[in-house]
């Protein structure tokens, strides 16, 4: 199929498109932006500046992809975005470039952003990730792959949420969130592990036990978080994908995990 560019649409002339591209009318695709093969703008939706939209890709109408940094620090050069594959971001969906010359905001491949969510400068996403409506990841947020963020959520600045894990609707979240478990609240607060998300995503039953082995050591022996990381440290699973993925986690914890409630 030759790419179909409605007449409306503005192409800026820096602009690289791929093949079998459709964009439809009063689209807007300026400054250097690259955009994929079989990738969709719907009418009225933006993508610009220094940023690279990866094959399959779906805009919706009223999305901005590739704006400008809200970061007050920002003083120029050509920061950038940086998008995989099979990404959809539904009406009025805002996702920023980076602040820092040279920098870039990253998303992977297969991700969903629903209507209404914002992605600030310099997060760095995963795959598959599922972001409900009228939720923000706030600059510098890392995201891990198979994660579901609910409807409203807020993310504080430098927060990691690990994968696999699920965050509440309406929740505010203010520090990290291990991966493998469920996070909710005003502050948010770990309230169990993500059972449902894990089987659906093909983990067999041994490597839920053993997510529950975790949760239980971290959240339900009466450890402070030192005790509960030796705990893992030495437990005879250590070795196992799902104790190492936590303790590298835990490991590279700035603001620190997110107690329990």
Not at 161 to 180: E, H
Request: aromatic share 8%; net charge neutral.
């Amino acid at each position: 199929m030759a790419s179909q560019i409605h007449p409306t649409a503005v192409i800026e002339p820096k602009v690289q498109l791929g093949a079998d591209v459709v964009i439809g009318a009063y689209a807007y695709v300026g400054g250097t932006a690259v955009i994929g093969d079989g990738t969709v703008i719907q009418h009225h939706a933006t993508v610009e500046g220094n940023t690279v939209l990866g094959r399959q890709c779906e805009v919706f109408p009223y999305a901005a992809v590739g704006t400008k940094t809200h970061d007050l620090k920002f003083t120029g050069g050509d920061p950038g975005l940086r998008i995989g594959d099979r990404n959809v971001f539904r009406e009025y969906v805002t996702v920023h470039f980076a602040t820092k010359d040279g920098d870039f905001t990253v998303l992977g491949d297969d991700n969903v952003i629903l209507a209404y969510s914002h992605v600030a400068h310099d997060c760095v996403i995963g795959n598959h990730l599922v972001m409900s409506s009228q939720s923000a990841l706030a600059g510098h947020v890392v995201v891990g792959d198979h994660v579901n963020i609910g409807w409203g959520t807020g993310v504080h600045q430098f927060c990691r949420v690990g994968a696999y894990a699920m965050l509440g609707g309406l929740s505010k979240v203010v520090q990290d969130v291990p991966p493998f478990f469920i996070a909710d609240g005003i502050p948010a607060v770990i309230r169990s592990i993500n059972k449902v998300g894990l089987e659906r995503s093909g983990f067999t039953p041994a490597q839920v036990g053993r997510v529950r082995q975790i949760h239980r050591i971290l959240y339900r022996e009466g450890l402070n978080r030192a005790q509960a990381i030796e705990q893992l440290q030495q437990h005879p699973e250590t070795a196992s994908d799902e104790f190492r993925r936590m303790l590298a986690f835990a490991a590279a914890s700035d603001r620190g995990m997110m107690p329990g409630r």
